[in-house]
């Protein structure tokens, strides 16, 4: 797979501060990986270090095989970039917006009204000035800008912020378009929940320093947190037949049976629970989520979120 990112080693001291440390990691064609941790745990020096516009105290960046300080300035248009909050230029209207940074990315404005469409803003807010424009709209517009000339490497800092939720899944899904077709997303955001589904890998980063990086299942396994289960008996069935097993089931009020699974137990368990499906009125699988898996990395690097 060829990297559209390649980082190694990568520092950047300010003055007695490490803002990143020693990091490395590649990227491939086609990957959408999450970029996680708290505010302040080097998140966006690490992306402005990607983008070129500081230069790295150790180690080196390769984005598309060149360095982005340094390379080749064509390399850039091939780059799209969403920051969390976008200073647009309040006066101008949207299309303005749009072909401003289509002449800084010496890209062709032509095709504004497809990425209003895609974005979902409506064609009518076009020529409206960017300060009638709801957040919402704004965050869309900064969208639309990033993706000015198909980008091969798009890099998204808390995209979905101001969206509604039936937006959230939309962009979700144009994103998606874009890395079917073999685009690069680097996407850092606190909203864990809508990255369980959507990411194929997690970097998790803490003052500073890389703490885990791989994909959602892997980093589960690596960090042995419990899988809950929980189903509840039919009437005919003896809930003894359960509480037999090395397994200590919780009966709640309601009848439910319920019980944190080691996770190198857990197919043995749900194949001894499921072995009678009549004995079953319904049954819940609950992994560990981005959520737990985040908390549990940062617990380990002393640091409660």
């Not at 990091?23 to 491939?28: A, K, P, T, Y």
């Amino acid at each position: 797979m060829t990297s559209t990112i390649c980082l190694k080693n990568v520092s950047k001291l300010y003055k007695d501060v490490h803002a990143i440390e020693d990091i490395s990691f590649s990227l491939g064609e086609g990957e959408l990986v999450a970029l996680v941790g708290h505010n302040g745990a080097g998140k966006t020096t690490l992306i402005k270090a990607i983008l070129g516009l500081i230069r790295p105290t150790g180690g080196t960046v390769r984005v598309l095989g060149e360095d982005p300080v340094f390379g080749n300035l064509s390399v850039r248009k091939d780059v799209g970039y969403l920051p969390e909050s976008v200073p647009f230029h309040l006066a101008l209207t949207g299309r303005e917006i749009l072909s401003f940074y289509a002449r800084l990315k010496r890209v062709p404005m032509n095709d504004w009204q497809d990425l209003f469409d895609l974005v979902g803003l409506a064609k009518s807010a076009a020529d409206r000035p960017v300060r009638t424009y709801s957040k919402g709209m704004r965050q869309r517009l900064g969208l639309a800008q990033a993706l000015l000339g198909e980008p091969r490497l798009l890099l998204l800092d808390e995209p979905t912020s101001g969206l509604d939720p039936a937006l959230r899944r939309s962009f979700y899904d144009l994103i998606l378009q874009f890395k079917r077709k073999g685009t690069t997303v680097l996407l850092s955001s606190h909203a864990l929940s809508e990255l369980e589904e959507r990411a194929e890998r997690v970097i998790i980063v803490n003052r500073g320093r890389k703490i885990a990086d791989g994909s959602l299942d892997e980093l589960r396994r690596i960090a042995c947190l419990p899988t809950h289960i929980r189903f509840k008996p039919s009437a005919n069935a003896a809930v003894e037949t359960w509480s037999r097993g090395s397994v200590k089931w919780l009966q709640r009020t309601d009848q439910f049976l319920e019980a944190d699974i080691d996770h190198r137990e857990k197919i043995a368990v749900i194949s001894a629970v499921t072995s009678d499906p009549d004995a079953l009125t319904s049954m819940t699988i609950i992994e560990p989520t981005l959520d737990d898996v985040y908390a549990h990395f940062l617990q380990g690097q002393g640091r409660k979120p």
